[in-house]
């Protein structure tokens, strides 16, 4: 049976009026190639569907190779809860604008405890980990709780200036919900697998995030 893989991206654009945001291209578009050569079906779904919006500062360190996966950003399909079923594994990119369209949307929320109640696998990359803050089991159990994950470090959202636009810090979130927060050197790749529930810090783990996920996909096999 071929792997079946719902990737899950956003659609916010601005941080502030002068400050656009969106989509981080590298960690849509490493990962989205990882599945697609391991010949897996992949579909790409935004929260509110149409074209996905990129951020401008990911665009600038653009690599010819993903001129494929960006093509597929051109008009993607609105997430609903029908996309609960029929997937091995749910992986959101990051980008500053999953901090505003991921956290509360009912949808996305839903999709995620159905895949946390079935033991399937949950995979996030650097703001990505933004849709896990509020997604809880049926008993309202944060799927983070006792779970050892990662995310962009405060450290790192300080250092890019955006701290103080945020709604919330993300490490600090994810700490508060109960997860075993840890991370690597800022701005290098690193990433953590805790059974079904994957993560990575930041762009530079893009694709060793999507290759934790691949992994526990063959494990299933």
Excluded at 29 to 44: I, N, Q, R
Excluded at 51 to 75: C, G, H, T
Excluded at 79 to 94: E, N
Excluded at 163 to 191: C, I, Y
Aim: proline letters at 5%; aromatic letters at 8%.
């Amino acid at each position: 049976m071929t792997k079946r893989v719902l990737m899950v991206v956003t659609n916010h654009t601005t941080i502030t009026d002068d400050h656009k945001t969106g989509l981080w291209l590298e960690e849509f578009a490493v990962p989205y190639l990882v599945f697609k050569e391991k010949g897996y079906d992949v579909k790409v779904a935004s929260i509110q569907g149409g074209e996905v919006p990129l951020d401008p500062r990911s665009i600038n360190e653009k690599d010819p190779s993903w001129s494929e996966a960006e093509a597929v950003l051109k008009n993607t399909t609105r997430l609903s809860k029908a996309d609960a079923h029929g997937f091995d594994a749910i992986f959101l990119p990051g980008g500053h604008g999953t901090m505003f369209d991921f956290p509360d949307n009912e949808t996305l929320q839903y999709v995620l405890q159905q895949f946390a109640e079935d033991g399937r696998i949950i995979a996030a990359v650097c703001h990505g980990p933004s849709g896990l803050v509020n997604a809880t089991y049926k008993d309202g159990t944060p799927i983070v709780k006792g779970k050892t994950v990662t995310s962009f470090t405060d450290e790192e959202e300080r250092e890019v200036g955006l701290d103080v636009h945020m709604p919330f810090l993300l490490e600090s979130t994810l700490r508060l919900r109960g997860a075993n927060f840890v991370h690597g050197e800022k701005w290098t790749d690193f990433s953590v697998r805790d059974g079904n529930l994957i993560t990575g810090q930041n762009p530079q783990s893009s694709r060793s995030t999507a290759e934790k996920v691949v992994a526990a996909l063959e494990e299933q096999a």
